[in-house]
């Protein structure tokens, strides 16, 4: 049984590394302001969508390094439809609002309907249809902002927005709380300890049936680091949280989404078909593996996560408007190299993308709290991505 | 293997950006609440075009490369293994 060497498990783990410099850095820079509550909740709610995108993404990015260009604009049009279906303003006689006011649970019955339906049209056209992935997806890309902006504006002519969305749907995607009290919220922090109690022993119980099945391991103190640094953080992050009224709706969300692709990328077959296919396609389909339907399943699975997204940002915004969703796909993108996704397909995990979302927001957020020009903001994310990618591409040549 | 096509697209959608942001960066340049000086906005502006532009480039070579694996004939069968 071959031990892991230090540098090995090092080179493994540098975003989350990277990670935690980034926000020591910012910690630094704001003499201690950063580290509050207030920012671990921010960094939860307005970058849930980034997660749950960055999850559809993952899988598209998987069989080949393919990528969805629409879901931003999705989130537009979904959003339109959305609020059009569950919005509750009917304007004035002067400035009538033509919103149908169906009540929530049919407005999201109907709104993942037409997820489903637009994802397998999209993965139909890309997997059995053969049309190249961007093409399609830029076809909706530019299709759905127009739609979305058309709704709106046929919708509501004098503000081209709908707001006034019920309590309940803004509660359940981005207000609620889980288990609310009054000052410290201790259902959160106790939440927090059994869930790090949880990682620890996963991750000693997996080094366990790794050791077991002959398997190379990881010297048992970089473990212990491992779990210790793992433990400390959830503990950190639920502090703070309970410090702050406690679980948002979006993180519960967001920790549902992720564990579920968790146990579909690592422990399912079909989750191991997506990285077969993004490998060696011909290899995959000569080994009997489907796949036109691993590549539909990518898309429609896209398509139902955008949806989702767009619930929470309709929630987020509490409104529905042209310029939602803007850029949210390269959002999703980035989270997703910056995570070490690789641009050709067959490589990446769940938690990469977690942990290059996170980086990605605690930049996004540290650059306002420093009050850094936004003209500079533009310049490190534009660094951030092309490091990410000049990373890919030393990586592929080394493989080589 | 895959031929690399999503991939070349992956680069050159990360090079658009990258011409996105020179872009901003551009018309960003009188804008009265900025402390960038001119001199760092033209060097960003600079280095971005022709980062993209070497990355448009990359990603033009790897998507002629990957058409030219996907136009090979597949290898025969070696005949004294049979």
């Known amino acids: 049984m071959e031990s ?6 090092l080179k493994k783990n540098v975003m989350l590394i990277v990670l935690v410099l980034v926000f020591v850095l910012f ?23 980034v997660f749950i995108l960055g999850a559809g993404m993952l899988m598209c990015m998987l069989t080949g390094g393919n990528i969805d260009l629409s879901c931003g604009s999705t989130v537009c049009m979904f959003g339109a439809l959305g609020a059009f279906f569950m919005s509750t303003n009917k304007g004035t006689l002067e400035n009538p609002i033509n919103v149908l006011n169906l ?5 999201i019955l109907m709104m993942l309907a037409i997820g489903f339906a637009y994802g397998s049209l999209l993965g139909f056209l890309i997997a059995y249809v053969r049309i190249p992935p961007w093409i399609a997806t830029l076809t909706f890309f530019l299709a759905f902002r127009g739609l979305g902006t058309a709704l709106l504006n046929w919708a509501n002519p004098t503000d081209k927005t709908l707001a006034y969305l019920p309590e309940s749907f803004l509660q359940t995607f981005y207000k609620g709380v889980l288990f609310p009290t009054e000052g410290f919220n201790w259902p959160c922090f106790v939440i927090g300890l059994l869930a790090a109690g949880a990682v620890v022993f ?6 366990k049936k790794r050791m077991e099945k002959g398997y190379s391991v990881e010297p048992m103190y970089m473990t212990c680091l491992k779990g210790g640094l793992s ?3 959830i503990i950190l992050l639920m502090t703070q949280l309970a410090m702050d009224k406690g679980l948002p709706a979006p993180l519960l969300w967001v920790v549902g989404i992720i564990l579920i692709y968790y146990f579909i990328t690592s422990k399912t077959t079909i989750g191991r078909h997506f990285y077969v296919v ?17 590549m539909f399943l990518a898309y429609l699975n896209m398509a139902i996560l955008s949806t989702l997204a767009t619930m929470i940002n309709m929630a987020r915004f509490q409104t529905a408007m042209p310029n939602a969703g803007l850029n949210y796909e390269m959002d999703a993108i980035a989270a997703c190299v910056v995570g070490g996704v690789s641009a050709s397909g067959g490589a990446g995990t769940i938690i990469g993308m977690v942990i290059g979302a996170t980086l990605i927001g605690v930049i996004n957020l540290g ?28 990586s592929k040549k080394r493989q080589k | ?63 002629k490369q990957g058409s030219r694996e996907e136009e090979k004939p597949p290898e025969k069968e070696d005949e004294s293994l049979k």
């Not at chain 1, 009540?103 to 407005?107: D, E, M, N, Q």
């Not at chain 2, 690399?4 to 901003?24: M, P, T």
């Not at chain 2, 906005?41 to 990355?55: D, E, K, M, N, P």
């Open chain 1, 231 to 233: 433990a400390a953080g």
């Open chain 1, 103 to 107: 009540g929530v649970p049919l407005s």
């Open chain 1, 367 to 394: 650059m306002i709290a420093v009050n850094l020009d936004q003209h500079f903001q533009y310049i490190v994310k534009g660094f951030v991505l092309l490091a990410a990618v000049v990373f890919d591409i030393l």
């Open chain 1, 202 to 207: 996963l991750l000693f119980f997996s080094r």
């Open chain 1, 278 to 294: 993004g490998s060696n396609m011909e290899a995959a389909r000569l080994s009997g593996v489907n796949t036109r339907r691993i």
């Open chain 2, 1 to 63: 293997m895959n031929s690399g096509k999503s991939r070349s697209g992956l680069i050159g959608l990360v090079a658009a950006y990258l011409i996105y942001i020179a872009y901003e960066l551009y018309q960003g340049r009188n804008d009265p609440k900025t402390t960038m000086t001119p001199a760092v906005r033209i060097i960003c502006i600079v280095f971005f075009g022709v980062v993209s532009v070497a990355l448009l480039v990359y990603a033009y070579r790897i998507w």
């Open chain 1, 27 to 49: 910690v630094i820079l704001t003499h201690g302001g950063f580290f509050s509550a207030n920012t671990f909740t921010d960094l939860v709610k307005n970058n849930a969508y």
């Open chain 1, 4 to 9: 892991k060497s230090v540098f090995a498990v």
